[in-house]
């Protein structure tokens, strides 16, 4: 597998797919129980979403409390909405679970959610960093954590806490993807805790490796997962600005037996392979066997895999695009392309409960980091692209940063 550049650029804004918008919003309202306090304290200019999972009757999204006044950090809405509506969000599992928006921290609660994912068992796993206002003054009030809840009743049947040798004083978990790999070559299969996390540490760079059948977890490292200080400001649409961020996109290829991963601050994609990480805390001394898989033209967030053929899905910033790229094939698609819909996609999703569509969760992040976010235009969607509007790309449209036949260790 050559080292390639393996997006677009500018020249293919005319091809752009169907784009369907889900839902959308200029800001943020929720369903609030009676409580003054939290309509108080509320403040839908700090209230942006990172996270995004597609279940069977309900969009979930994850709120991190980046800065004060984010009410609830897990919500929902009803998938079953008309198309391109501004619902109002619904607290996930209920508001008894949110009292951290109202100034009451309780660390069995939720307290700042960055990503969620749903396993086989129709399972959410929900990663808790347990830091507030992280982009003003990083207050870490309580150890991060996963709390896993049944979708179908949305009572909390796990709870899964992290060694505090794992954590380093700036550790502010961000993703996770799930791997049940294993569990389908055991006997173990019916087991849903039979099942590993990969977690991204982002401002403390690292991978944390859970196992969920032996409860047990370690945390690799590598000179790949940590910002490129060469690639640290972003430009979408004319507007720069400027954030250090490793290692937090997250993509598994079952298949392949790969984790796909990226620093926000970065053009790369790497891999390591799942075997290693699942094989257990690597020796003192030992290094991780990091691959290069590919450059991108300008850094992104979101990542997936379609797992059907192990294409990689992802978003480059500053192109406003969602592309794909299938390693082993070598063949590329261009699904779409918006300089107004697609500004910062925090999430590319391939969802398996909407038959292999992809969707994206798009926003005005830096408009809301920049403390510039207007009320009067939309600055939050969850978009759709339906697979009939992917378009193929020749491979003359793509620059290639090496031909070598072999991967590359990194």
Not at 238 to 247: A, C, H, I, S, Y
Not at 347 to 363: I, K, M, P, Q, Y
């Amino acid at each position: 597998m050559g080292v390639r550049v393996i997006i677009l650029y500018a020249c293919l804004a005319s091809a752009s797919a169907t784009l369907e918008v889900v839902n959308q919003w200029n800001l943020m309202q929720f369903d609030f129980p009676p409580d003054p306090v939290l309509l108080e304290k509320f403040q839908p200019e700090n209230t942006v979403p990172t996270g995004l999972e597609i279940g069977w009757d309900k969009i979930y999204l994850g709120i991190p409390r980046l800065r004060a006044g984010v009410p609830a950090t897990l919500a929902w809405v009803p998938r079953s909405l008309p198309p391109g509506v501004s619902p109002v969000l619904q607290a996930y599992p209920d508001w008894s679970w949110h009292t951290a928006g109202r100034g009451d921290i309780n660390c069995t609660g939720l307290i700042s959610v960055y990503r969620i994912r749903a396993d086989r068992c129709n399972r959410l796993w929900v990663l808790d960093a347990g830091v507030i206002t992280s982009i003003d003054d990083f207050r870490r009030v309580c150890p991060p954590k996963i709390l896993i809840f049944d979708m179908a009743t949305d009572r909390l049947v796990r709870s899964v806490y992290f060694p505090r040798e794992l954590l380093r004083p700036a550790s502010l978990l961000t993703n996770l993807v799930l791997d049940d790999t294993r569990a389908q070559s055991t006997r173990l299969s019916a087991t849903c805790d039979n099942i590993f996390a990969y977690i991204s540490d982002t401002v403390a760079p690292g991978i944390i490796v859970y196992d969920g059948r032996r409860d047990n977890a370690w945390r690799v490292t590598h000179a790949s997962m940590y910002p490129d200080p060469d690639l640290g400001e972003y430009d979408i649409g004319g507007e720069k600005f400027t954030l250090m961020d490793g290692v937090v996109g997250l993509a598994h290829s079952p298949t392949q037996g790969l984790l796909y991963y990226q620093p926000l601050a970065t053009d790369r994609v790497f891999s390591v392979s799942t075997a290693v990480l699942a094989a257990g805390p690597p020796a003192e001394g030992t290094d991780l066997p990091v691959n290069l898989v590919g450059r991108k033209s300008s850094q992104g967030i979101g990542i997936a895999v379609d797992p059907r053929d192990d294409t990689i899905i992802f978003s480059p910033i500053t192109e406003t695009a969602i592309a794909a790229w299938n390693p082993i094939t070598n063949s590329h698609k261009l699904l779409a392309i918006d300089p107004e819909k697609l500004q910062f996609c925090a999430e590319v999703r391939w969802a398996e409960r909407d038959n292999g569509a992809v969707w994206a969760l798009s926003t005005r992040f830096h408009k809301f980091f920049r403390r510039a976010v207007s009320k009067h235009e939309i600055n939050i969607r969850v978009v759709r692209i339906p697979e009939s509007g992917f378009v193929s790309l020749q491979p003359h449209v793509l620059r290639r940063a090496a031909r070598q036949a072999n991967a590359t260790v990194y």
